[in-house]
């Protein structure tokens, strides 16, 4: 799995993982794609300690891991996460070059 995470999305993982007492070195990002949203398929982000034999991982910098389940990973192979703070909206923001659709919101996608 390929993930291009940017510095700007890398800076608020830190941050987050700071404010929310995280220790990266033994914590990993996991990334899910799961069913909802009105195209189909929505991003799920979330803090694990759990690895399962089948998570396929990426490594970013020196202190912060990402892992995904196969099946997600087949989705978020070549996806970059960025994160916003402008007119937009804040938040973590996904560009996946396999999304055939994306709803208006922009917060699920289809394939």
Do not use: K
């Not at 800076?11 to 033994?26: F, K």
């Not at 994160?83 to 909206?89: A, H, K």
């Amino acid at each position: 799995m390929q993930i291009d995470i940017t510095d700007r999305a890398q800076h608020q993982l830190r941050t987050v993982a700071d404010e929310e007492s995280v220790v990266l070195a033994d914590t990993y990002l996991r990334i899910a794609v799961v069913p909802g949203g009105c195209s189909g398929l929505t991003y799920d982000l979330g803090w694990d300690t759990t690895l399962q034999d089948t998570d396929e991982m990426h490594q970013v910098g020196n202190d912060l891991t990402v892992v995904a389940d196969q099946r997600s990973a087949l989705y978020l192979d070549g996806s970059e996460l960025d994160f916003t703070d402008g007119l937009d909206g804040e938040g973590f923001h996904f560009m996946n070059p396999q999304a055939s659709r994306t709803c208006a919101c922009g917060e699920s996608f289809g394939v």
